[in-house]
């Protein structure tokens, strides 16, 4: 069973027909809630990270401003907000201004494609928990997350130091190679749901459709982190390059680049905004991870046996507790792993997550292709088999070339050793002499002090 065809069987599910009805005070009411949450989202996402980190190391964390240290976050908003802005002189002062801004507001439309329930009636009207649906949703949650590195590398290039532009070389470097990964993930996504709506992406992960095997039927998982499990784990690793976070936080890299694309930014307003977008934009490549692959709003195994848990207000619940989940994750990565070499994040992106990508799309295509019915399987599966003779060959021909490097680089690096050995001042390294008159026995001639 498709999106479409559940949506005409489950009203429950919204689709893109039920958007674009709301009366204008329903829509600010949407767009003000979720600017709230997700302001308030930061304040307790920050103290939730701390707290968490904190007990993985064996600490308390914050416990001193209010119970449990849930101030604590408010605190230092107000702090940061109060403290005195610092401009550097030499900066750009427009582009170093409007870079948080930048950043910070790509993030929150993002948010406003997000599915968080189902029809609900909210003072007397019917309708879906989301604020907007569009055909392309996907695609827009795309656009902003790029259209939001532009705020790092706005903000790296209008500080005028060295330190901010090799951050935010590094920023502009990383997206566009964890950019194509992450759209090539949801590849797999699109061909399953047959659309890039969300709403409609969240309906078609309800029913686990039947494939026919041999005569033997079998029913497929519903969620796409099962069914696309490979799509799932590489979307896993692009959403922490895309939002920076360790281990890929190289545009900030304090240990060697101060601070990164946010060096000349003083602890203050400007600097608070942009904690907020990397915060916002968590939030946003979380919801996205649930929306995409772990059902939406939609209640898991074994809630979802019970008949109301997927209607109402309820669906609200699970998708916060998902969200909380991938959040925790997030922290566990920061608090478990350690920063990549620049090096190692280039060939993770380029060499690794993009071929693998390219080579799932392939099987996913050709696994929907057969399950068409106007399909000729047979010339499916020969093109099939060409696609898969070819991309083995241009593998064994990059491997053969590397292997052949690698052989000719040990083969040279033998020879040095070699050469070095039967003479040692071959490498122009600065040898002591090994013929001095001590070596034969001869006394060192004292030279009186003070005389020549």
């Known amino acids: ?183 090539l993930s949801f590849v797999g996504v699109f061909l399953f749901a047959g659309t890039l709506s969300t709403s409609e992406i969240v309906a078609a992960q309800a029913n686990g459709g039947v494939v026919t095997l041999g005569g033997l039927q079998i029913t497929m998982p519903s969620w796409y982190m099962i069914l696309l499990i490979p799509s799932f784990l590489i979307y896993i690793i692009t959403m922490l390059g895309e939002t920076n976070r360790v281990p890929f936080d190289l545009p900030e890299g304090e240990g060697e680049l101060v601070g990164g694309f946010q060096t000349e930014y003083s602890n203050s307003l400007k600097f608070a905004v942009i904690m907020l977008a990397e915060y916002v934009n968590v939030f946003v490549v979380s919801a996205v991870s649930i929306t995409l692959f772990m059902g939406g709003w939609q209640a898991p195994w074994p ?64 696994v929907r292709a057969l399950q068409m019915e106007s399909a000729d399987r047979s010339l499916v599966l020969i093109l099939a088999a060409v696609v898969v003779i070819g991309c083995f060959g241009i593998w064994w021909r990059f491997d053969s070339v590397l292997q052949r490097r690698k052989e000719e680089r040990a083969a040279q690096v033998q020879a040095e050793f070699e050469q070095l050995q039967a003479e040692p001042s071959a490498g122009g390294f600065p040898v002591p002499p090994l013929d001095l008159p001590h070596y034969h026995g001869v006394a060192r001639k004292e030279v009186p002090s003070g005389s020549n």
């Open 1 to 183: 069973m498709n999106a479409r065809t559940l949506l005409a069987a489950d009203p429950n599910f919204p689709g893109l027909a039920d958007f674009g009805k709301d009366p204008l005070w329903i829509s600010i009411i949407k767009a003000a809630v979720i600017f709230i949450v997700l302001m308030l989202g930061v304040l307790f996402g920050v103290w939730f990270e701390r707290k968490l980190i904190s007990r993985m190391q064996n600490r308390y964390g914050p416990n001193r401003a209010g119970k449990f240290g849930l101030l604590q976050s408010v605190a230092d908003g107000l702090k940061m907000g109060l403290k005195e802005d610092l401009m550097p002189r030499t900066v750009d002062k427009v582009i170093y201004f409007i870079a948080p801004v930048v950043l910070a507001v790509p993030a929150f439309l993002a948010f406003s494609v997000i599915p968080m329930g189902p029809m609900v009636s909210m003072f007397g009207v019917q309708t879906p928990l989301q604020l907007t649906d569009l055909p392309v949703a996907v695609l827009l949650v795309l656009a902003m997350a790029s259209i939001g590195v532009y705020g790092i590398v706005l903000a790296g290039w209008g500080s005028r130091s060295p330190y901010s532009v090799l951050g935010g070389l590094r920023a502009s470097a990383q997206v566009v190679s964890y950019e194509i990964a992450m759209g």
């Open 303 to 366: 809630i979802s046996v019970w008949d109301g848990a997927n209607t109402g207000w309820w669906p609200l619940l699970w998708f916060f507790i998902k969200m909380v989940l991938v959040f925790s994750f997030f922290v566990w990565c920061r608090a478990s792993l350690p920063r990549v070499r620049y090096d190692q994040l280039m060939a993770l992106g380029w060499k690794i997550l993009i071929p693998v990508n390219l080579a799932w799309i392939m099987l996913v295509a050709t």
